[in-house]
Nanobody, 123 residues
């Protein structure tokens, strides 16, 4: 499967952005999709994920209550709605696919990665 993340940009603190992760392939609905981010000088970290079957979701504590992940299997797309953005959210955001119905938070559990999209939050 090929993934394409988009929607990044520059936003002021307190603002919102919606990222999209488009995917190829007819079995998209079976994949668990995760969002990760990597800030300058830091390691890539888990943000959120949505399972393929059932649409279960899981969030990192740092984004819980501010970010919402959703998927539209008819459009082969997963969305990440980011509200109340903070300068600490500044990072390159990546989407990744896992050939497994269960959510995982570790990078190694994901089989396919898209290119990142840069989110910059100014104070």
């Amino acid at each position: 499967v090929q993934l394409q993340a988009s929607g990044g940009g520059l936003v002021q603190a307190g603002g919102s952005l919606r990222l999209s992760c488009g995917a190829s392939g007819r079995t998209f609905s079976k994949y668990t999709i995760g969002w990760f981010r990597q800030a300058p000088g830091k390691e890539r970290e888990f943000v959120t994920a949505v399972s393929g079957i059932g649409g279960d979701t899981y969030y990192a504590d740092s984004v819980k209550g501010r970010f919402t992940v959703s998927r539209d299997n008819a459009k082969n797309t997963v969305y990440l709605q980011m509200n109340s953005l903070e300068p600490e959210d500044t990072a390159v955001y990546y989407c990744a696919a896992r050939i497994n119905r269960f959510i995982a938070t570790n990078i190694d559990a994901y089989d396919y990665w898209g290119q990142g999209t840069l989110v910059t939050v100014s104070s």
